[in-house]
């Protein structure tokens, strides 16, 4: 079955540090993943996903097929990365058209 | 070009009530789909549609309809409320699955508080 596994519900760092947010998922093919981020009072937009190897915002994330893992990092927190960040897969496996979503990491950056 | 709209913003209803939540997109997407979101679950799907006049069944259905009349809008619908209904709704539409118009754009939610 498809999961996707945020084992960190919360994560509070001091702006200026490094910051990993985790994700980890079980899936049996090849996935796509994303990553999508909620600002507070905001509705929820796509940060970045795997294929387009990108950097958005600082944020970089890549998939490691042999840990079954695409934890999101940035090297430097600033304050407004605030948020709720989720982790969501998408595969063939019961159907491309629905992304599974982890259950969330809510990143808190002090000043 | 308003992306997705949710209507209403708030409602409170008791239990045992019904209501209709309504989702609207502007961008001619297939693919639509109603989600919750609670504390410590994360964001958890109720249903979705893959075009007008189709409808199917999420993670968690149950409770719930759903219908696609029309391509631009999708309703959530309770017919018999219960505080374990207590929660944020989201409305998200998709243009397709193929990779480059696959993003899910989302509507900014529901707060639905049943007592």
């Known amino acids: 079955a498809q999961r996707v596994t945020q084992p960190e519900k919360l994560l509070s760092v001091f702006k200026g540090a490094p910051v990993e947010l985790k994700c980890n998922y079980s899936?049996?093919?090849?996935?796509?993943l994303f990553w999508y981020v909620q600002y507070s009072r905001q509705r929820l937009q796509l940060l970045l996903r795997?294929?387009s190897r990108e950097s958005i915002k600082g944020f970089t994330a890549d998939l490691n097929k042999g840990e079954t893992s695409f934890h999101l990092k940035k090297p430097f927190a600033q304050e407004e990365d605030s948020a709720m960040y989720y982790c969501?897969?998408?595969?063939?496996?019961?159907?491309?058209?629905?992304?599974?979503f982890g259950k969330g990491t809510k990143l808190t950056v002090n000043p | 070009n308003a992306g997705v709209t949710q209507t209403p913003k708030f409602r409170v209803l008791k239990t045992g009530q019904s209501m209709t939540l309504l989702c609207a997109q502007d961008?001619?997407?297939?693919?639509m789909y109603w989600y919750r979101q609670d504390p410590g679950m994360g964001l958890r799907l109720i249903h979705y549609?893959?075009?007008?006049?189709?409808?199917a069944k999420g993670e968690v259905p149950d409770g719930y309809n759903v219908s696609r009349l029309k391509k631009q809008n999708f309703l959530l619908g309770l017919e018999s409320a219960a505080p374990s209904q207590t929660s944020v709704y989201f409305c998200?539409?998709?243009?397709?699955?193929?990779?480059?118009?696959?993003?899910?754009?989302f509507g900014p939610g529901t707060r639905l508080t049943v007592l």
């Open positions: 961008m001619n997407h297939e693919y």
């Open positions: 969501a897969l998408r595969g063939p496996q019961g159907g491309s058209e629905k992304l599974v």
């Open positions: 549609s893959v075009g007008e006049g189709t409808t």
């Open positions: 998200a539409s998709r243009q397709s699955t193929r990779r480059g118009t696959d993003t899910q754009y």
């Open positions: 795997h294929i």
């Open positions: 899936y049996s093919g090849s996935p796509e």
